[in-house]
């Protein structure tokens, strides 16, 4: 059911001092006319909207489509896609929300009228996520968040992949010239596009876009889904790159007490940050970069020195200051999911130069033991882990997290789960599993 919004543009007449300038609408049949056949349709925390051509009006050069309310979703919620294409895919829907999805062309003189269709998604909606890494023979595999049911192999023969929130995973054909799509529902590989420089390191958000940094030119790639066409959104990846669920990317160019940060929204704009610290004292080394959904990042710094401790800060959006995320020494697993940073935290820690002494050697617990959540909006909780598997030592171990809030990491003893809330981990798996993503 759907009920059609009607943009009116009045014509004005004012008088001025004798003059009398006028501003008139532009004549309906010089716009595109409103779409037909507009539906949406959910599954799990998905939801499609589809649309047919107008039956009349100008020629449409593009489509505007959005969505409200549009917390966590790319560019806020609306987006022009191009007029080849009759279907927006939206994440993060949430049960027993009421959704507002519109849609309207655009033509050469302006935009036509909008249809608005209404969806909520029912309280019994079960989300259904994956987790996804790549094996030692660099296969793709995919197991159920829940931590049961049999794992399986997506696709072969790869060395890098991504995926989005309804299934499909795209990896680069291995000579880098084409990047492949293996279809949520099964069957044989597509070509997405070819003629590309396409690097393993792909990155993805809940649109469904696919990132890239071109093995030539340096500069990140996006191919926007459903658009075929691939384009150079940022010139370089800097030291580090990173792309959040909103459909940020972000790169960053280190410094000793910060660094320089330039993001760029699913809209297109992009600013520029000069970071630092709190206080403006140096930092240490950059380890990693993580991002969540909400437009915040979270960076990771080496410490300068023996110690070489490993510690996060986080960076608001539109932020230039860097905070402390955990004060904690420990060895640690990290990762984020649509609002938080989650830290898999060793029981004991040591600093890199008391491990290595050959005659006083430190020793320390490397099991798990914390599950410490840092949240967009500052909370904290600290949880205890029972049974953890152990991190290897100082450094940057990326992992991934659901938005249950499980945490899953790569340790040498293999693939384990460490529950949202803490408790007893779970292992998955025995072998190792590489660029972990749970989507």
Known sequence: MYRA?????????????????????????????????VRVSGAGDGATLTWGAPRSGAAVSS??????????QPGSGSAV????????????????????????????????????????????????????????S???????????GTPETVA???????????????VPSKDGRSLLQHPAAGGAAQVLVAGQHVTKDLRSDVAGDVYWVDSVSGAIVELPIGAG????????????????????VSTFTTTANG?????????????????????????????????????TLWVDYRAFGG?????????????????????????????????????????GWCPAISEADPFHPCTADHAVAHLFVRSTDGSTQDLPVTGGPKVWTNGFYPSAADSAGDLFVDADSGLWRIPAGGGAAQQLATGQFDRLTAI
């Open 138 to 148: 660099g296969a793709v595999v995919r197991f159920p968040t829940s931590g049961t």
């Open 5 to 37: 919004v009607l943009t009116v543009a009045a014509a004005a007449a004012l008088v001025v001092g004798g003059v009398s300038p006028a501003v008139a609408a532009t004549p309906a049949s010089r716009l595109p006319g409103a779409p037909t056949s």
């Open 156 to 170: 072969t023969g790869g060395e890098g992949y991504a995926a989005d929130d309804v299934g499909n995973v795209f």
């Open 81 to 136: 896609v191009p007029a080849s294409v009759r279907s927006e895919r939206y994440g993060w829907i949430r049960a027993g929300v009421h959704y507002t999805f519109s849609v309207r062309a655009v033509g050469a003189k302006g935009s036509g009228r909008a249809v608005d269709v209404d969806y909520t998604a029912p309280e019994s909606t079960a989300v259904a996520q994956s987790l996804y890494g790549l094996d030692a």
């Open 63 to 72: 489509w505007r489509v959005s969505i409200r309310p549009s917390a966590g």
């Open 229 to 248: 066409t691939p384009r150079a959104i940022l010139p370089t990846s800097g030291t580090a790159w990173t792309v959040g669920r909103d459909g940020t």
């Open 259 to 295: 660094g320089k940060v330039v993001s760029r929204t699913a809209h297109g704009t992009v600013t520029t940050r000069t970071v630092t610290a709190a206080g403006g004292q140096p930092i240490g080394y950059l380890g990693g970069l993580l991002a969540d959904g909400q437009g």
């Open 307 to 347: 110690s070489a401790a490993n510690t996060f800060w986080s960076l608001a959006a539109g932020s230039s200051t860097l905070v402390q995320v955990s004060t904690r020494l420990a060895y640690q697993f990290s990762a984020t999911n649509g609002d938080s940073l989650l830290l898999g935290q060793s029981a």
